[in-house]
């Protein structure tokens, strides 16, 4: 049995090369300079019709062809519009090679839905070719060559040569029924890649301080929308747990706790342990010695100094558990200490390819338009974080196979990461129009006053104290407001644990990730604006409605498969489209790495819905008694698909919305 998959990917391109070639052979036909005045006009007026036909059967036949498995998969109408207009636009013009391709949302609703703007483009190109042709006739013709679909009502040339599109409101329809049935899933993937995402990376005996905060946010959150999406992600902690400190806190362990092999020492507090052994390490030169070899018998793996050495990341570790806790990361932890063997032979693979070079006693690799080599060995005999680093990506591309790897760092390094993947195209390891390696660079984190965020007395405000710190104003805020007086002591818990991590995570995530942020609790607890606050509290509303209207679950899901959706009115309308960009959004997302914009997609669905509740009468009450006298169910399964995509758009996000608030 051959690969169905690969046959019937074979069948679709020989059939889309089919309909190219016949298309242009009608093109070819219309064209009087084509055709003289000879007794065969009249056959080739019939070989026209003939062509046609065959290309209408071949569209019917791939329309047929497309694969059902998807059929619960949410529609990407951008998507499906640039498919439409891609068609129309060859048919255009055949003679330009690679045509524009402009479709996108439109601002403003009384110029339709989406907009075309291939047009003026188009001229340009023609210019060049030393046609002169006006936009608005490229557009009409674009117009002209529209094949027949279920989504576009009407169109209309605005401007220069704008197309502006108008929807139809059945087929907008059909696909809220649609989403409200199956829930929120993914658009189909053509096939799951293998994804690497490196981040959060703290150091072993050091405290995890808030430059950690946005790489542990900003990576778990693009590893649950690449989850979301279907890919098979592995989550990567490069934890810095080798390296020449461990001598220093090798050797102060030994001093301070000689019974370590015996009985695991109470070490109560790593930092000041770390500060401990450090001041010693620049005072004592004996003991600056001693850390110098207790560095040498860690390298040989000698199993006193290993067991030493597995102490001190433990304490780390426990530490480090306690914030993916409250911030619910999910990360597998593979530090530097794992490459230490492969490091060798990425070395030598440099050498051998004569692309390492020797340079004041230092081995290093330049690399053709990057302004800094690569360090691979010292002059000492170690390795550096270039060697770890080269090693680290070597592995992920050979032996995980990654055919995406993301690295969440700050934007310091985005130059040593530039000079990293050159050096592994310059080798081989992977061409980039196979391989996506890239380097998802932030910002830093600002204090009220723009500075760097410190505490008051100048150290690295330390994450755990951040985030303990985020519980005490939560809680604040939600007895402000007299919660605890309505919720149970469980749920008021679960509502404070909830506000807390999803305004810190919301804060970071909604800022431009390449741009530093300022850190506010005062602001991003605001109730009021495009923050997580007031996001949980609207979706908590909207999750209440159906409930206080005394609808269930099963009566919710009926009326999806029963009732269809209305679009009449012009907020319904506009909330329906809202809903369905989800998907267009995600693509989006994908391809630049700026979860801002989920951010910005939640806010605008939220007031979105807003302004279709205050204008549109979900359930109509006696205004005496209070007594429910009318459900609108069409406006029930609206609410029902606004709080599905919300819920969607904070589980990408990393944040647990509750009940009750």
């Known amino acids: 049995m051959g690969d169905p998959m690969r046959e019937y990917t074979g069948r679709l391109q020989h059939q889309e090369e089919m309909i190219q070639s016949l298309s242009a052979e009608i093109q070819s036909l219309k064209n009087p300079q084509n055709l003289s005045a000879s007794q065969h006009l009249d056959e080739l007026r019939d070989e026209n019709a003939k062509l046609k036909y065959r290309v209408n059967i071949l569209k019917r036949s791939l329309q047929e062809e497309k694969p059902t498995g998807c059929s619960t998969s949410m529609t990407n109408i951008n998507q499906r519009l640039r498919e439409v207009f891609a068609e129309a636009i060859r048919a255009s013009c055949p003679e330009l090679d690679d045509p524009p391709l402009s479709v996108a949302p439109n601002q403003q609703a009384k110029f339709g839905d989406y907009q075309c703007n291939s047009a003026m483009a188009m001229a340009q190109m023609l210019k060049a070719k030393g046609a002169k042709v006006n936009p608005r006739e490229i557009a009409e013709k674009i117009i002209q060559n529209l094949p027949d679909n279920d989504l576009v009502e009407k169109t209309e040339i605005a401007g220069p040569g704008f197309i502006n599109i108008h929807l139809k409101r059945p087929f907008v329809s059909k696909l809220l029924s ?7 899933q993914p658009p189909p993937l053509d096939s799951r890649k293998r994804v690497v995402v490196d981040f959060s990376s703290p150091n072993i005996a050091k405290e995890m301080h808030v430059g950690h905060l946005r790489s542990t946010i900003i990576g778990e959150s693009m590893c649950r929308l690449f989850e979301f999406l279907g890919y098979d992600v592995l989550r990567l902690n490069h934890v810095g747990d080798w390296g020449t400190q461990f001598g220093m806190l090798i050797a102060h362990l030994q001093d301070k706790f000689p019974d370590y092999l ?10 000041a342990f770390y500060k401990e052994s450090k001041k010693r390490f620049d005072e004592e030169e004996d003991f600056k010695k001693r850390a110098y070899q207790c560095v040498v018998r860690l390298q040989s793996k000698e199993p006193s100094f290993l067991k030493a050495w597995n102490l001190i990341c433990d304490v780390s570790r426990r530490e480090f558990e306690r914030v993916y806790d409250c911030l619910d990361i999910q990360i597998e932890e593979r530090g530097e200490s794992y490459y230490q063997d492969m490091m060798t032979e990425v070395v030598k693979e440099f050498e051998e390819r004569g692309m390492a070079e020797l340079d004041e006693g230092r081995k290093v690799v330049f690399v053709p338009g990057q302004s800094i080599p690569l360090t691979v060995v010292k002059s000492d005999g170690g390795y550096t974080y270039d060697t770890s680093d080269l090693a680290a990506l070597r592995q992920r591309l050979f032996d995980e196979k990654a055919d995406i790897i993301i690295y969440v760092t700050d934007s310091g390094q985005a130059t040593h990461f530039q000079v990293v993947f050159a050096a592994a195209r310059m080798i081989g390891w992977y061409d980039p129009q196979v391989t996506r390696v890239e380097h998802a660079g932030f910002g830093v984190v600002l204090g009220e006053d723009k500075k ?13 104290d951040l985030l303990e710190e985020g519980l005490k104003r939560s809680m604040d805020k939600l007895k402000e407001k007299e919660r605890d007086k309505v919720l149970t002591p469980e749920e008021l818990t679960e509502a404070q644990r909830s506000v807390a991590f999803g305004c810190i995570k919301y804060a970071d995530l909604s800022h431009n990730r390449v741009n530093d942020y300022v850190f506010s609790f005062d602001k991003m607890l605001d109730d009021r604006g495009n923050t997580a606050a007031y ?25 999806a498969e029963t009732s269809e959706v209305l679009l009449d009115h012009e907020k319904e309308w506009k909330l329906g489209k809202c809903l369905l960009r989800f998907p267009e959004i995600l693509q989006k997302i994908l391809d630049d790495l700026l979860l801002h914009t989920l951010c910005d997609y939640l806010y605008e669905l939220a007031t979105t819905f807003t ?39 904070f589980d990408i996000l990393g944040i647990n919305p509750v009940g009750r608030m």
Do not use: H
């Not at 015996?262 to 930092?271: A, H, T």
């Not at 996001?535 to 009326?559: G, P, Q």
């Not at 205004?623 to 819920?647: F, H, P």
């Open 262 to 271: 015996r009985s695991s020492p109470p070490i109560g507090d790593l930092q």
């Open 535 to 559: 996001l949980l509290y609207a979706f908590t509303r909207i999750r209440s409605i159906a409930r206080l209207a005394n609808i269930d679950e099963a009566t919710l899901r009926k009326a």
């Open 178 to 184: 649609k989403l409200l049935i199956n829930g929120v």
């Open 452 to 464: 760097k965020f410190k505490t008051r007395s100048g150290d690295t405000v330390r994450l755990m």
């Open 611 to 649: 302004e279709f509740y205050d204008s549109c009468y979900c359930i109509e009450k006696d205004r005496k008694t209070g007594e429910v006298v009318k459900v609108n169910m069409w406006r029930m399964l609206l609410c029902e698909a606004t709080a599905a995509i919300m819920a969607k758009c």
